[in-house]
Structure formats: C-alpha cells, structure tokens
C-alpha cells in the first residue's frame, strides 16, 4: 500500500486556515460584549466600555443579562456628567421589550458618578425607554469644586460627595418611587455651578449631615430634609479679584417638610434654634416658617409665607414670582407687635411695633407705627412714655 503525504503546501494552507478558524473563534467569544457597546454608544451619544457581559438567560420569553465594570465619557447631551462608572448592570426583559425599549427590571450596583461644571448644549429629544422597575443603589456622586474667585480668607471649598438610592416603578410612562440622599458636608456653591454660570453667587449655604428623602408618583411628590446645622454665608466683592465672606445666619437642626401636588406646593421649615449673625449674634428657639406657592398665569408664581419668631406676634409675605425673568412681581406684607428690645438691642427702647408693606405701581409703600414705651442708656432708665404713644414712620421705595 502506498502512502502518499500531503503536500508543504497544503500542510501550511490548512494549518493556516485553521489558525484564522481558531482566531476568529477566540474573536467572536467578544462580539455581543462590543456589539453591546455599540448600541449603547449610538443610543447615549457617549464612549462606552463594558469590562465583561454575562447572558444568564436567552430563552424565547426571557433576556437575562449582567454588564459588569462599565464606565460611559463624554456623553454628548449631559456635558456636566464626566464620567460614570458601575461595578454591575441587572437586566431583565424580552427580545420584544428590547426591541420596544421595554425593560422588565433594570438594576445598577455600585455606580460612581463625576460630576463638573460644563456649557449648556443643544439637547437631542430621545423617548424614554420603559423600566417596569428601576434600583440604583449604592450610588456615589462626585461633584467638582465651583469655580470662583479667592476670597479674602479663603475657605477652599473641596468636592462634593453624596450618598444616594433611588427606587422607581413604572420609568418611562406613570412613575412612583423614592429617593435618598445623604451627605456629610454640603456646600451650595458646587450644586449652583452645575446650572448657573455665575462664578461668584451672592448667597451660599452649608449644610452639615444632610439627609433628604423624597417619595413620588406621577402628579405629586413628598419630601422631608433635614441636617444637624445650616450656614449662610453672604459673599460680596471686596477688590476686582477677591471677595468677602460673611456668616448672615446659622439654623441648629433645621428640618423640611414639603409637599407638592400640581399645581401647588406646602411647605414647613423649623429648626432647635435660628442665630441671625447679621443682627449681633441674636438667638431665637424653635423658629418655624410655613408657606405656600401656587402656578399663576404663565411664568409667575403666587407665595404665602407666614414667619413665626420670638418677638413677633404676626408676620405674613406674599407676592408673585416671574421665573422667566427672576424677579419680583408684585409684593405685599405685614407684621404686628415686633419686640422692639428684642429686635432692635442697639436702639436702646423697649415697646413694640407693626409695619406694613403694600405695592402701589412702579413704588412699595412701608409704613411702620412704632409704640415706645421706655428709652435707656445701658441700664439706665432715662424716659417712660405715657401709655398709648405712638410714633409712625412711611417712605416709599422703587420697585422694579
């Protein structure tokens, strides 16, 4: 029998058809983890990379899938998000709910947002897909120190970080669900230039242990706030390059209650104690502020508040509010029996006094009816004032 061997040539050709067979194999092991990086790539305008895929389920009915080690950049219609990164990705669906964007369940673990100031892009209009059950938890925001000018003793403001979850039922057509969110310290100067372009805001606050928990649905939402202390702290410029700071009060314990219908929203702020620092350090226990705001005609908002401090036995604001061009529109306001000993320490009178703010066209008229009772000069009593003397006072200011 003779035995007739292959030949180099094709001893070589097929080894080398082999080897491209065994290459394309080991390739194709990849291809639904880059195909999926594709599609998410054109549906988030972003870079995307996903460090594993694992198809726990591909039956007829059910998509059963986990992205593990993803991390998504320069997504084009959210320029503030620099990056985000999550350790997994839990979904659920059909092959015909993926091809309707409908998701039975979709879960995030671990994900780490970076968060920074960016310009204002064109936003592309995207229907959301339909998530029957969304869960991000734990999630950590990251959010870059905001820009600024130096102060006169600067107070270097470092990253913001907060702790967040987030529960929703029925993403994408009637939302219910909830949200909280915690951190330690919380300045709002980062928070303000993720919106606002402003470098130097005339107002910031600081909170302290911050705990907020929102719940909601499709037409309302309910939410309570709190912290163990809240400053706020004036800037104001102090050369062309530096600004100044200024404490003007501090809330020990403040708490917020808020809910919102529609077209409506009530509100309720209180606190252990209120330190207005702007007015020599004067305390007041237990302060509380409740208020109401309503939709009017187009951009304008309607707002009651109603103040409640030790020595006054009455205050009320109202007005509305042009959101489009930030500004008041109209105003009106009163307060009865203001102590004026407590109000007023470095005027060195006791009594009391009522005040009354109305809007008269282009002007806010004030008038304020003073009730001296006694004048001191440190602790000495120098005048008493016979009962029922009163002292009024009116001017009127520009109101534009």
Same mark, same amino acid.
């Given at each position: 029998m003779?035995?007739?061997?292959?030949?180099?040539?094709?001893?070589?050709?097929?080894?080398?058809?082999? $080897?491209?067979? /065994?290459? &394309?194999?080991?390739?194709?092991?990849?291809? #639904?983890?880059?195909?999926?990086?594709?599609? @998410?790539? +054109?549906?988030?305008?972003?870079?995307?990379?996903?460090?594993?895929?694992?198809?726990?389920?591909?039956?007829?009915?059910d998509v059963k899938a986990d992205l593990r080690a993803v991390r998504i950049t320069r997504i084009r219609d959210t320029p503030i998000v620099e990056e985000l990164r999550i350790a997994e990705i839990a979904l659920e669906s059909s092959w015909r709910g993926l091809f309707r964007s409908h998701l039975r369940s979709l879960t995030l673990r671990g994900l780490e947002a970076k968060l920074a100031p960016a310009p204002e892009v064109e936003r592309e209009e995207r229907p959301l897909p339909i998530i029957d059950r969304l869960v991000v938890e734990p999630a950590? $925001?990251?959010? /870059?120190? &905001?820009?600024?000018?130096?102060?006169?003793? #600067?107070?270097?403001?470092?990253?913001?970080? @907060?702790? +967040?979850?987030?529960?929703?039922?029925?993403?994408?057509?009637?939302?219910?669900?909830?949200l909280t969110v915690r951190s330690s310290r919380l300045p709002s100067a980062p928070l303000m230039a993720l919106t606002d372009?402003?470098?130097?805001?005339?107002?910031?606050?600081?909170?302290?242990?911050?705990?907020l928990e929102v719940s909601f649905d499709a037409t309302s939402a309910t939410v309570n706030a709190s912290a163990n202390r809240v400053q706020l702290i004036r800037r104001a410029p102090l050369t062309e390059q530096q600004t100044t700071e200024q404490q003007v009060l501090e809330l020990a314990s403040p708490r917020l209650e808020l809910d919102s219908q529609t077209e409506r929203i009530d509100f309720e702020l209180s606190a252990d104690q209120l330190e207005l620092t702007a007015l020599d350090g004067a305390q007041f226990a237990e302060p509380r502020l409740v208020g109401s705001m309503t939709q009017g005609s187009g951009e304008r908002l309607r707002f009651q508040l109603t103040p409640r401090l030790e020595g006054i036995d009455r205050a009320q604001l109202s007005g509305e509010w042009d959101r489009e061009q930030a500004r008041l529109v109209t105003v009106a306001g009163k307060l009865e029996a203001l102590d004026l000993a407590r109000w007023m320490p470095a005027a060195a009178v006791t009594g009391t006094a009522d005040a009354q703010l109305t809007h008269r066209g282009d002007v806010v008229g004030v008038t304020v009816t003073l009730r001296p009772q006694e004048l001191h000069s440190g602790s000495e009593r120098i005048l008493t004032l016979a009962e029922g003397a009163t002292v009024e006072l009116s001017t009127e200011l520009p109101f534009a």
């Open positions: 003779r035995i007739t061997w292959p030949s180099t040539q094709k001893v070589t050709a097929l080894g080398g058809v082999a $080897l491209a067979l /065994a290459v &394309a194999l080991w390739l194709a092991r990849d291809l #639904p983890r880059r195909s999926v990086e594709r599609f @998410l790539e +054109a549906q988030l305008g972003a870079r995307v990379e996903i460090g594993e895929l694992v198809l726990r389920d591909l039956s007829r009915d950590s $925001l990251r959010i /870059a120190a &905001a820009p600024g000018r130096p102060t006169s003793e #600067p107070t270097s403001e470092p990253a913001t970080e @907060l702790q +967040a979850s987030l529960r929703v039922e029925g993403f994408g057509q009637s939302p219910r669900g909830s372009d402003s470098a130097t805001p005339p107002l910031l606050a600081r909170l302290d242990d911050a705990h």
